[in-house]
């Protein structure tokens, strides 16, 4: 029972039961390997593959949901194969993307509240998540970790867990990148837009529900609204779309209930930019043209 | 219409699910054991498509305002219409006013009741499907209260369905407090060390109480993982990978301390290592299990997993030819 597929571009593909291909193109984070799953997922939407019902792309791998009914799932590998035979490692480096600002007050009551209760699943039972956060990314204190997530963009690299999770590299070159494992056992409560950050990436969470992620703010603005729709979800109950750059603007408490008055009001208006990102030009100036992306804000 | 007398434990609209969303985070939904659900719709003359309800543990007690068919199938429970006991998997005969009750399962955990027309609520992004998490589909994306009214479709049915048509034994399902759980092993599995996948198809390994739609947690056996320095985003843990994309049915293993089989509502994604995928078959009968039931994992190739669909397949088309030969 041979269980791994190797395509020639090293990428691991195996079998998710009788209804799912998983397709491993690298396994540590790099912007390279999600543009390069971008374009081998767009490639295979196009495609239009018979069979193939779900096109999954997360950072650096990809899924596919096939009806067996329809087609066999063993005759889709080679066409996959053939597909990351064609996008070879010249795939082109740039994606059309947005940029939105959300509106986060770090440290906020509620993730706190719900943190605490969680003590016993975490690494560090004494201290906060964002205490904990900053001493492992050796800073001296929270507002300084808060700084340095809050000054410089992140860019949606998966859109899994729920409707409505995006989940966020930062534009920032390697050597500055946060990190920070998940709790040791998942939490089984987190409040809706809570802002998360595990591994490298961050995210609002779009509902209340299980999470792994360290807590260290919230969002006054939501990312997923199912039964009140007004602005961005009159045309999708989901605001992010995979590709994304956020800006996570910090506010106090003051600016946040503002917000939340206008967001039940259904009147809060999202800064929205539409921009190219190109990654080559990230890598030639970090901070030089993560301020170009930021200037398409309205 | 029907009217929600008592709701049950967790009783939700629920059909074949939500296909195409996966990749935005949008677990399909539907019925978790969905061979129980596509035959309570064969009896009452439904496309099995139709919306139906399902339950948990306890089922609801419904009176029904317009006469038409009904079918109890999947776990094994006490129903009754107007006190008097019917038989599960069987189509029966019901009359405006009527009330159709449930007393606790004595085996399994789901039951999927099928209305003749199919239960009418709006299509949400192409299903009827209730995710209750993030409050979309079925009716007004939650579970039923009292006093909820439901509405159902038109009545279908072709003349030749037939009211007191049961479904042979060989055709049903039957829960019981152990079975043999197919996996295709795949995914990261090769983090697994080779003692520990040893481990997963040899051992048994218990359903614990946290089993719900999203995921069900088995316990028995702390598995190990291969030594290896962490990828960049990953996380600490050796089970930690970079994100991606979970399956339905796949297995996890945080920490490598329990088991984590996503069901039909799974997060469609996460940081955990995947090991190997529960077949569509055996996901409706892991449906129906329960803690403290246990279940042994078998390893199986594409091979078996596509033929046991095929044979499936052809099962509920006899059982369809069975009701109403000219279809």
């Not at chain 1, 790099?30 to 950072?59: K, Y």
């Not at chain 1, 779009?206 to 006054?220: D, E, K, N, T």
């Not at chain 2, 006190?83 to 159709?100: N, R, S, Y």
């Amino acid at each position: 029972m041979s269980t791994y597929t190797k395509f020639l571009d090293g990428a691991l593909a195996s079998f998710g039961g009788d209804e799912y291909i998983f397709v491993e193109v690298a396994t540590d984070m790099d912007l390279e390997a999600t543009l390069r799953v971008i374009a081998l997922t767009d490639a295979i939407g196009a495609a239009d593959i018979s069979g193939v019902t779900d096109v999954c792309p997360a950072h650096v791998s990809y899924m596919l949901r096939v009806d067996p009914d329809v087609r066999d799932p063993r005759d889709i590998l080679p066409i996959l194969e053939e597909i990351h035979k064609q996008k070879t490692q010249d795939s082109k480096l740039t994606i059309d993307s947005r940029i939105i600002e959300m509106p986060i007050l770090y440290q906020d009551p509620w993730s706190h509240e719900v943190l605490m209760r969680f003590r016993d699943r975490h690494q560090d039972p004494t201290s906060t998540d964002l205490e904990y956060s900053a001493r492992i990314n050796g800073f001296t204190s929270p507002s300084e970790f808060i700084d340095a997530h809050s000054s410089r963009l992140h860019i949606a690299t998966f859109m899994g867990f729920m409707p409505g999770n995006a989940e966020c590299y930062q534009l920032v070159s390697s050597e500055f990148q946060l990190q920070a494992p998940k709790y040791v056992r998942p939490r089984t409560d987190t409040p809706d837009r809570a802002l998360g950050f595990g591994g490298a990436f961050s995210t609002i969470y779009p509902v209340q529900g299980a999470g792994g992620f360290q807590l260290i703010g919230r969002s006054a603005a939501p990312v997923y609204e199912a039964k009140k729709p007004f602005g961005p979800f009159e045309v999708d109950i989901v605001l992010p779309k995979g590709g994304d750059i956020f800006r996570y603007r910090p506010i106090d408490m003051a600016e946040y209930e503002d917000i939340r008055t206008q967001v039940d009001s259904g009147t809060y208006i999202y800064r929205i930019g539409m921009v190219e990102f190109d990654l080559s030009k990230f890598r030639e100036n970090p901070i030089g043209y993560s301020q170009t992306l930021m200037a398409a804000l309205p | 219409m029907i009217r929600v007398v008592q709701p049950g434990l967790y009783s939700t609209v629920q059909d074949r699910g939500r296909i195409g969303y996966y990749g935005v985070g949008f677990p399909p939904s539907g019925s978790m054991d969905q061979y129980s659900s596509d035959v309570s719709n064969i009896l009452v003359g439904n496309p099995i498509g139709a919306a139906v309800l399902e339950t948990t543990f306890v089922g609801p007690t419904l009176e029904f305002e317009r006469d038409g068919c009904v079918a109890v199938t999947g776990a094994t429970a006490d129903i009754t219409i107007d006190g008097t006991e019917i038989p599960l998997w069987t189509a029966v005969q019901v009359k405006k006013g009527q009330v159709l009750a449930f007393r606790a399962v004595s085996a399994g955990v789901r039951n999927y009741i099928a209305i003749s027309g199919g239960i009418d609520v709006q299509s949400v992004m192409g299903s009827r499907s209730t995710y209750v998490a993030s409050q979309l589909g079925g009716f007004e994306g939650r579970v039923l209260k009292p006093g909820d009214v439901l509405e159902a479709c038109a009545d279908g049915r072709s003349s030749a369905s037939k009211f007191g048509f049961e479904v042979p034994d060989h055709l049903r399902l039957f829960p019981s407090a152990h079975h043999n759980i197919r996996i295709v092993p795949g995914l990261c599995n090769y983090l697994l060390d080779e003692e520990s996948q040893n481990l997963l198809t040899s051992e048994p390994f218990t359903v614990s109480t946290e089993a719900n739609r999203t995921g069900y947690r088995l316990t028995g056996h702390q598995l190990s993982f291969v030594e290896r320095e962490q990828p960049f985003g990953a996380g600490s843990d050796p089970s930690n990978v970079v994100n991606l994309g979970y399956p339905v049915g796949s297995l996890q293993a945080p920490s490598g301390s329990e088991l984590i089989c996503l069901m039909r509502d799974a997060v469609t994604g996460g940081g955990y290592a995947t090991l190997g995928t529960v077949i569509s078959v055996d996901l409706d009968i892991l449906a129906q299990m329960k803690f403290p039931e246990t279940v042994a994992f078998e390893a199986v190739s594409m091979d078996v997993a596509l033929g046991l669909r095929a044979d499936r397949r052809e099962k509920v088309r006899g059982l369809v030819q069975m009701i109403d030969p000219v279809k």
